[in-house]
Structures are given as C-alpha cells and as structure tokens.
C-alpha cells in the first residue's frame, strides 16, 4: 500500500476568496445567480449522494452500468499507467476502473483531484488500502484553474466523470477542453462522461424529484454562504425551480423568492434586494449530442477512439486520444449500446 501527502495547491484561505469573489458578482449580477460548486459543503454532498439513488435521476446508474460494462476496453485501449481522476469525491465509479486496470503490468498510480482536503484523505486511504501496490497520489486543487498541477509523465488518463462538464457554459468548456489539452501529452487520454438530450419529461424530474431531495439541495447553497460570509438568507423563503431550456439544450435550476426581501451578506458589506417571484441560478446542466461531444473534443486537439451508451440511450462515456494539432481523424461512427444495462 502506497498512500502519499496530500500535494495541496488550494487551501481554504484561496477557496474563501474564491466564495466572496463569485458571490458578490453573482449577487450583483442582472438576473442573479451563484456557481454550483458552492453546494457542496459536508451536509451537501451527503445530498447529493441521496440524489444519486432517487429512482428520477438516472445520470448515476446510467453512468455506473457503462463503465461495470466497458471499463475492460477502456484499459485494453488505454493501456494507461497513471489514472488522473478529477473531482473525484470518494472515488466509487472510479473503482471499476481500478479494478479493470488491476493486472500485472498496468496501472501504476492513481491521482484523485478535488477540492476538499477531508474527502481526499478519506477516499485515498480508502483506495490505498483496497488495491495494495497502487500508488496512490492526492491532488487539492481545483481543476477549472489547476490543470497544470497534474503530474506529468507516463501514459496518462484522465476520467472527467458525472456529467461535470455539463455544469459549463459553452465559451467555458472550450476553454477547460484547450486547457486539458495543453496540460496532457499526444497520446495521453481522456475519458468524460456526457449525459445525453432526451425527452424532458425524464430530464425535469431528475432535477426536480418528488421527494424535494433536489430542493434541499438546491437551497443549501443558500445556507453556505449565510455561514461562510455571514448572510442572513431565509432559505425557506425560496422555492426550487427546474427547468428545461429547449434553445440551449441544458437543465437549470434556480431558487425564487416567495416574497420581497432583503438579503445582509455582512462579510462583502453588501445589501441585495429581491422582488418577489425574482430566480437566482444556480446551476445549469448541459445536456449533449454524440456528434456534439466529438467535435468540441476534436476542436480542442482529442480524438475520439471509442464510445459508449447504456441502453437507453441516456448517458455517453467517451474515450479522447489527444493528438498533434492537424492530425484529427474521423474515429468513429456512432457508439456502442450495451446489451446489458
């Protein structure tokens, strides 16, 4: 077992600064809105993992079946002797990875890279423990702005998982994609899970369960920066709210007053008013085409080698090669569906 010190390159002192920077343009912001990274604070996360097992969100299982059934080709393909997991939380998806990397001669180290330093702790002794001789490398950093914290050398791979990259606007997932690109080798890897456009009478209550786990979610992002910046939101005084934006192709959630109010963050020194009714955003969730997946990876230097649907067609694991500019190829036609969900 080979657990090395967290390299830490964000510290809570970056990640404070980070918080009153976006609140205090999202809350001056005509209309309103926060990032969704502020919802994950110990009592969010425990949230969302009760999300993942509400029987509306299927992105998780979705996810889970392709990779219980497709991690072999991804290690045959890959042949990758450093998995670069980002945002990784506690790792669990990753494990089918692992275990499908687990044969002699393949997968030498492991780097999960997150932004808390108590999940990191947790899961990399967890993962150190359970596959004795990996050598298992914690990474605190976040990974919008960090990318060059990866370490370099050897065939690497890195699993972008969840449905993350969703979470960005268009202009900001070209960016991420380049930066990814820049901060790999050719040759090295990217597999990125993509949750795909369907009907939004299965994508809305994903977002908006019946019973109102998505909700709380939704407002703890309220409560977060009541105790970190001292604000005095009411978070029952806002309703969750899902919708489906047809144009853009993606889910946003948002929170809207019940009422007029005025909001007191005390650590900015500053006062916003809501009028009734008034929506904050605060998250969107991009939903993709296959060919949409492949040509923002071929704009940003990846070629597709191989991917993968459930059978349902709900949800896209993609594996990227990166390439030398100009060398991108056609790699593939359409993904394939598994048989067995």
């Known amino acids: 077992m080979s657990t090395e010190p967290l390299e830490i390159y964000l510290t809570e002192q970056d990640l404070a600064r980070a918080l009153r920077e976006d609140v205090r343009i999202g809350l001056t912001a005509e209309p309103k809105w926060l990032p969704p990274k502020w919802f994950y604070d110990a009592r969010g996360s425990e949230l969302f993992e009760e999300i993942t097992r509400l029987p509306e969100y299927y992105p998780t299982r979705a996810e889970r079946a392709i990779l219980a059934a497709c991690a072999d080709d991804i290690a045959r393909l890959s042949d990758a002797k450093?998995?670069?997991?980002?945002?990784?939380?506690?790792?669990?998806?990753?494990?089918?990875?692992?275990?499908?990397?687990?044969?002699?001669?393949?997968?030498?180290?492991?780097?999960?890279?997150?932004?808390?330093?108590?999940?990191?702790?947790?899961?990399?002794?967890?993962?150190?423990?359970?596959?004795?001789?990996?050598?298992?490398?914690?990474?605190?950093?976040?990974?919008?702005?960090?990318?060059?914290?990866?370490?370099?050398?050897?065939?690497?791979?890195?699993?972008?998982?969840?449905g993350t990259i969703g979470n960005l606007t268009p202009d900001e997932r070209a960016e991420f994609l380049r930066s990814m690109r820049a901060a790999l080798e050719p040759g090295d890897w990217l597999l990125i899970g993509t949750d795909l456009v369907k009907d939004p009478a299965v994508l809305v209550p994903a977002y908006d369960d019946a019973a109102g786990v998505t909700a709380e979610f939704n407002r703890n992002v309220l409560r977060v920066v009541n105790r970190k910046l001292r604000a005095?939101?009411?978070?029952?005084?806002?309703?969750?709210?899902?919708?489906?934006?047809?144009?853009?192709?993606?889910?946003?959630?948002?929170?809207?007053?019940?009422?007029?109010?005025?909001?007191?963050?005390?650590?900015?020194d500053l006062i916003v008013d809501f009028a009734e009714g008034e929506e904050l955003r605060t998250e969107i969730s991009a939903k993709f085409h296959r060919s949409g997946v492949e040509t923002e990876l071929a704009a940003a230097g990846f070629e597709v080698r191989a991917a993968w649907t459930d059978d349902e067609e709900r949800f896209l694991v993609t594996l990227g090669r990166a390439v030398p500019t100009g060398r991108l190829r056609r790699a593939w036609s359409r993904p394939r569906r598994l048989d067995h969900p």
């Not at 030498?108 to 990996?134: H, N």
């Not at 050598?135 to 050398?153: E, K, S, Y």
């Not at 934006?245 to 007191?264: F, P």
């Open 82 to 162: 450093t998995l670069i997991e980002l945002g990784s939380g506690s790792s669990e998806k990753t494990r089918l990875l692992l275990d499908a990397f687990a044969r002699p001669g393949g997968l030498g180290t492991f780097v999960p890279l997150d932004v808390s330093v108590s999940a990191l702790r947790q899961s990399t002794a967890k993962i150190a423990a359970d596959y004795p001789g990996l050598r298992v490398r914690g990474i605190v950093a976040d990974f919008t702005r960090q990318l060059d914290r990866m370490p370099a050398g050897g065939r690497r791979m890195v699993a972008f998982l969840g």
């Open 232 to 268: 005095d939101f009411e978070p029952d005084g806002f309703d969750h709210v899902a919708v489906w934006d047809a144009e853009r192709e993606w889910i946003e959630m948002r929170l809207r007053a019940r009422h007029a109010q005025r909001v007191r963050v005390v650590a900015l």
